[in-house]
């Protein structure tokens, strides 16, 4: 069974860009989470859909937004690229959404903002 | 909300066990613990979960008192390969995801 697929791996953008990441949960899980990594701030959670909807929101700007396709895949944008923005975008998937369910991660999509 | 406290780094070397205690005294009668590893640039891989008492796979185990207030992540004779970053969780409401904390690092010597 193929894991959760991120892409790309890794991006190069510059301030004021907009970007998006895309995330191929496990087959058949329809929850997907989105985290931001830094060294600094640790993992911290942007946001999580099912069924297309977004269920939770963690405490980032608007800037940062994402969708839910029928087939479960997600995108994340960030728009107006700050240096601060540089960091490893992780996706998660699990079956339902449910805050007991074992998350499932891809490797991550690195970003580095110039 | 169920946080977690645990401890910044652990040392240890090839062949021992390892325990890492993550403290949650205010874990709600729902709440599931969950464990997860992470390598370097790599995303968290889930390790064990559990509700009470003792919780085994073919990874760790994972011991839980009566009270929950506190758990022990158990890995078993660690290898080099073991240096990793582990995060205790606990579920509380929506706040399950919001963080991670900064997780115990792992450090295996030979």
């Known amino acids: 069974k193929a894991g959760v697929t991120q892409t790309p791996r890794y991006l190069i953008k510059t301030r004021g860009q907009q970007v998006t990441l895309s995330c191929s949960p496990i087959?058949?899980?329809?929850?997907v989470s989105w985290y931001q990594q830094t060294p600094g701030q640790g993992l911290q959670f942007l946001f999580e859909y099912f069924s297309e909807t977004q269920r939770n929101k963690g405490n980032f700007p608007g800037r940062f937004s994402g969708r839910q396709f029928s087939n479960s895949r997600s995108e994340m944008n960030v728009s107006t690229l700050e240096l601060g923005d540089s960091a490893l975008y992780l996706c998660?998937?699990?079956?339902?959404?449910?805050?007991?369910?074992?998350?499932?991660f891809g490797d991550g999509t690195r970003l580095s903002i110039l | 909300l169920a946080k977690t406290t645990q401890p910044i780094s652990m040392d240890s070397y090839e062949g021992q066990e390892v325990n890492i205690t993550c403290s949650h005294n205010n874990i709600a009668t729902n709440d599931y613990i969950t464990w997860y590893q992470q390598f370097p640039s790599q995303g968290p891989r889930f390790i064990i979960q559990g509700y009470k008492t003792k919780v085994t796979n073919e990874v760790a185990s994972l011991f839980i008192p009566a009270d929950r207030k506190s758990s022990t992540l158990s890995l078993p004779r660690v290898s080099l390969s073991d240096t990793a970053v582990y995060y205790c969780?606990?579920?509380?409401?929506?706040?399950?995801?919001?963080?991670f904390g900064a997780g115990t690092t792992v450090t295996v010597r030979a």
């Open positions: 998660a998937s699990s079956l339902v959404a449910g805050d007991n369910q074992p998350q499932h």
């Open positions: 087959s058949g899980h329809r929850s």
């Open positions: 969780l606990v579920a509380a409401s929506n706040d399950y995801k919001l963080s």
